[in-house]
T-cell receptor
Framework: AAGVIQSPRHLIKEKRETATLKCYPI?????VYWYQQGPGQDPQFLIS???????DKGSIPDRFSAQQFSDYHSELNMSSLELGDSALYFC???????????????FGPGTRLLVL | QKEVEQDPGPLSVPEGAIVSLNCTYS??????FMWYRQYSRKGPELLMY????GNKEDGRFTAQVDKSSKYISLFIRDSQPSDSATYLC???????????FGQGTTLQVKP
């Protein structure tokens, strides 16, 4: 079965640089969520989109922005990177309609970001 | 105080043991309860999903939710070395689907 695709899988950046993370949801899933997981931490919700509109916002810094496109893929843009932004960034997708509940989120493999 | 509390462990058991993993939560608005398994450097994998109180069984895994005490559990029967991973409980109110995770319990099943 198709899974959530994230790219790149690994990314190394310098402080104050920018980064763009991409997420391709499972086919027919129209809701995308972004989470940040620091070392030894649980995933923290950043932001979510439903039908290309932002549906919820969590502890996402103002330096970060995200959007969902017409093909339902999503991009997380991170600017003025800081050392503390080093983490695993996960994207998850879920269907809003159909047999599965919207609360069933399937996670991608993550993008490991290292800021030097 | 975190909205979802989970003992981080680590928890070490012999192969074949019954494993009990638990979480408590504080907000009665949470209606949906999940258990995810996460192997090192991998994305969380959905194991079990339960709506409201009750039990749900899937093979060797049983999830229990007691909303009156705000307590959720995952039981693993006949544990295997391949079950060694971090287990994360997660809750959501269902309005937007935002998941709130527990800290995760690291489980090691020894052959």
């Amino acid at each position: 079965a198709a899974g959530v695709i994230q790219s790149p899988r690994h990314l190394i950046k310098e402080k104050r640089e920018t980064a763009t993370l991409k997420c391709y949801p499972i086919p027919r899933h129209d809701t995308v969520y972004w989470y940040q997981q620091g070392p030894g931490q649980d995933p923290q919700f950043l932001i979510s989109f439903y039908e290309k509109m932002q549906s919820d916002k969590g502890s996402i810094p103002d330096r970060f922005s995200a959007q969902q496109f017409s093909d339902y893929h999503s991009e997380l843009n991170m600017s003025s990177l800081e050392l503390g932004d080093s983490a695993l960034y996960f994207c998850a997708s879920s269907p809003r309609q159909g047999a599965e509940s919207q609360e069933t989120q399937y996670f991608g493999p993550g993008t490991r970001l290292l800021v030097l | 105080q975190k909205e979802v509390e989970q003992d981080p462990g680590p928890l070490s058991v012999p192969e074949g043991a019954i494993v009990s993993l638990n979480c408590t939560y504080s907000n009665s608005a949470f209606q949906y309860f999940m258990w995810y398994r996460q192997y090192s450097r991998k994305g969380p994998e959905l194991l079990m999903y339960t709506y409201s109180s009750g039990n749900k069984e899937d093979g060797r895994f049983t999830a229990q939710v007691d909303k009156s005490s705000k307590y959720i559990s995952l039981f693993i029967r006949d544990s295997q070395p391949s079950d060694s991973a971090t287990y994360l409980c997660a809750v959501t109110s269902g309005n937007t689907g935002k998941l709130i995770f527990g800290q995760g319990t690291t489980l090691q099943v020894k052959p």
